[in-house]
Nanobody, 123 residues
Framework: QVHLVESGGGSVQAGGSLRLSCAGV?????VGWFRQAPGKEREGVAA????????EYAEFVKGRFTVSQDSAKNELYLQMTGLKPDDTAMYYC???????????????????WGQGTQVTVPS
């Protein structure tokens, strides 16, 4: 049974950094991060796809966020730098046994979800 647990969220000043962690991704080859801000739909942030570990990022985080996976530790990470007030959201870890990259980070490709960790960047 898959059980994803996020950690590392918090409140940080604009321009600051945070690293989110997600435990429980062992044996899962399609892993990623999504976020949902109040009043908005959930959106893909970054993901790693099978077949060479291809990584995809949403345009609004390219150059600022980095997704990585430590198979030995069974964890997925999201290193966030240059945080902005618009990055304020609940961040969710998501995973699935396998998926094929559809051209963008698609919520439907991920069957397993964590409970989320809040990231707040005050304006």
């Amino acid at each position: 049974q898959v059980h994803l647990v996020e950690s590392g969220g918090g409140s940080v000043q604009a321009g600051g950094s945070l690293r989110l962690s997600c435990a429980g991704v062992a044996g899962l080859y399609c892993v990623g991060w999504f976020r949902q801000a109040p009043g908005k739909e959930r959106e893909g942030v970054a993901a790693i796809y099978p077949g060479g570990g291809f990584k995809e990022y949403a345009e609004f985080v390219k150059g600022r966020f980095t997704v990585s996976q430590d198979s030995a530790k069974n964890e997925l990470y999201l290193q966030m730098t240059g945080l902005k007030p618009d990055d304020t959201a609940m961040y969710y870890c998501a995973a699935d046994d396998y998926c094929i990259y559809p051209g963008y980070i698609r919520e439907a490709d991920f069957a397993h979800w964590g409970q989320g960790t809040q990231v707040t960047v005050p304006s």
